[in-house]
C-alpha cells in the first residue's frame, strides 16, 4: 500500500505542483479504484435533496447509493453497508475509495470499506477536480437528466436517477471506454442490417437507440 502511506502522510498542491504524482496515482490503480461523491437536487417545492452514489472507474458503473434531505454520517454509514452487500464478492477487486473530506463521511463510513481491505483516499482539500471520475458524472447527470426535468420530491428523484443509472450503465457510451457503456460485453454482436428502435426513457427526456435483435 506504498501509494496510500504516501497519499496519506503528504500535502498535495493539486493541479500545479505534485497535481502529475495525484493524476499517476489515479492511472495506476484505476482498475480497483471507486470514487464517491455527494451532489444535490432542487425540487419543486424548493426543497434540496442529497443524492450519494459510487462510481467504479475501470468500467465507469454508477450505483445510486440514495437520495435524502438529511445525509447524516449514520445515514451515510448505512449507504456504505448497502453497496457492499449488492456488490457482493464483487467488492473483492476494489483497493482504493476515493473522496472529499466531508463530514458526513464520518469515521464509521471508512471503517465499512475497511472491513473488506479498501483504503480510503482523501482528495485534497479544496480540490474537486482531484475527484474527477465522480465530478464528470454530476456534470452528466445534471445536463443530460435533472436540469431537464421536474423533480417533485426524494421519491420522484431517486425513481428518477435509479432510471438514468440503468440508461448510463447499460446504454450510454463513454470516451473512455472506446465509446461502450459500462455494461458492455464486448462479445455480443448484432447484425449490422439489424433496423434501428427507439426507445425513450424518462419521459422522452432522453433517446436510445438500439438495433432490433
Not at 56 to 65: F, N, Q, S
Not at 114 to 137: G, L, Q
Not at 163 to 178: I, K, L, S, T, Y
Amino acid at each position: 500500500m506504498a501509494w496510500h502511506r504516501r497519499l496519506a502522510t503528504r500535502k498535495w498542491t493539486y493541479p500545479p505542483g505534485q497535481g502529475d504524482s495525484w493524476r499517476t496515482f489515479l492511472r495506476a490503480q484505476a482498475a480497483g479504484l471507486l470514487a464517491t461523491d455527494f451532489f444535490h437536487l432542487d425540487t419543486i417545492g424548493l426543497r434540496r435533496p442529497y443524492v450519494l452514489f459510487v462510481m467504479e472507474t475501470r468500467t465507469r458503473r454508477v450505483h445510486i447509493l440514495g437520495v435524502t434531505a438529511q445525509p447524516t454520517a449514520a445515514w451515510t454509514t448505512q449507504a456504505a453497508r448497502n453497496l457492499l452487500i449488492n456488490l457482493g464478492e464483487g467488492i473483492s477487486q476494489f483497493r482504493f475509495l476515493i473522496r472529499d473530506r466531508d463530514t458526513k463521511f464520518a469515521a464509521s463510513f471508512d471503517a465499512v470499506f475497511a472491513s473488506e481491505d479498501i483504503d480510503t483516499v482523501k482528495t485534497p482539500p479544496h480540490t474537486p477536480r482531484a475527484n474527477c471520475y465522480a465530478e464528470r458524472f454530476v456534470r452528466s447527470v445534471r445536463s443530460e437528466c435533472t436540469d431537464q426535468m421536474l423533480i417533485y420530491n426524494e421519491r420522484n428523484a431517486a425513481t428518477v436517477l435509479d432510471e438514468f443509472a440503468r440508461h448510463f450503465n447499460d446504454h450510454r457510451p463513454h470516451q473512455g471506454r472506446e465509446h461502450r457503456p459500462p455494461n458492455h460485453d464486448p462479445t455480443d454482436v448484432i447484425p449490422l442490417d439489424a433496423p434501428i428502435r427507439r426507445h425513450r426513457v424518462l419521459g422522452g427526456a432522453i433517446n436510445e437507440y438500439r438495433r432490433a435483435a
